[in-house]
């Protein structure tokens, strides 16, 4: 027993590690850089997916204009090829209403003011997605130049749409308008 009385005795008192200071500033510091940068990732690829009509619609518009511009096609199919890009997305915003399907002239160009929020349709170079489109002497006076013109105004309006939303409620107002302008119900004047 006297081993068991001499151990006991070596025996020290256990040491307890000490409390931890307080976390460290920079650490921190480097974990909330990380969360924003991680959050500004996210929110970028979120508004990539969001907004993906606007890249297609773009690159539909350029790839026409480019077509016209190395002769691949004429000025004719090239106009046609913005008109169905501008169509699609109409149909796109107006989920598919019958309007937007049938819409032609003046009713049309009011659709397309309305979706980009500009008059460039109804009483600027943008005239030439109306009733124009498809009249060959108007077609014959449309010059490489203006289409090239045409394109490039068309890639800015639907690059400059930003809000879904927002894009998404005017053309429904329009619309609404529009089928209460052929019924014959309603006021003249757009909502």
């Known amino acids: 027993?006297?081993?068991?009385?001499?151990?006991?005795?070596?025996?020290?008192?256990?040491?307890?590690?000490?409390?931890?200071?307080?976390?460290?500033?920079?650490?921190?510091?480097?974990?909330?850089?990380?969360?924003?940068?991680?959050?500004?990732?996210?929110?970028?690829?979120?508004?990539?997916?969001?907004?993906?009509?606007?890249?297609?619609?773009?690159?539909?518009?350029?790839?026409?204009?480019?077509?016209?511009?190395?002769?691949?096609?004429?000025?004719?199919?090239q106009l046609a090829r913005m008109a169905t890009t501008l169509r699609r997305i109409a149909l796109y915003f107006s989920d598919g209403s019958s309007i937007a399907r049938t819409a032609s002239g003046d009713d049309w160009l009011s659709i397309l003011d309305s979706m980009f929020k500009t008059d460039y349709f109804s009483s600027g170079e943008g005239r030439i997605f109306g009733d124009n489109l498809y009249q060959p002497l108007a077609m014959e006076a449309a010059r490489p130049h203006q289409i090239q013109s045409v394109a490039e105004t068309l890639a800015k309006l639907i690059r400059r749409q930003h809000l879904h939303s927002t894009l998404q409620n005017r053309l429904r107002q329009t619309l609404q308008y529009l089928a209460m302008k052929h019924t014959g119900t309603g006021e003249d004047s757009l909502l």
Do not use: Y
């Open 1 to 77: 027993m006297t081993d068991t009385a001499t151990l006991l005795a070596t025996l020290k008192e256990v040491k307890h590690p000490p409390p931890p200071e307080a976390t460290a500033p920079w650490l921190l510091i480097v974990s909330a850089l990380c969360l924003v940068l991680f959050l500004v990732i996210l929110l970028r690829a979120l508004l990539r997916k969001h907004n993906r009509w606007q890249v297609e619609a773009v690159s539909e518009i350029k790839q026409a204009s480019r077509a016209g511009q190395t002769g691949e096609i004429d000025p004719e199919q």
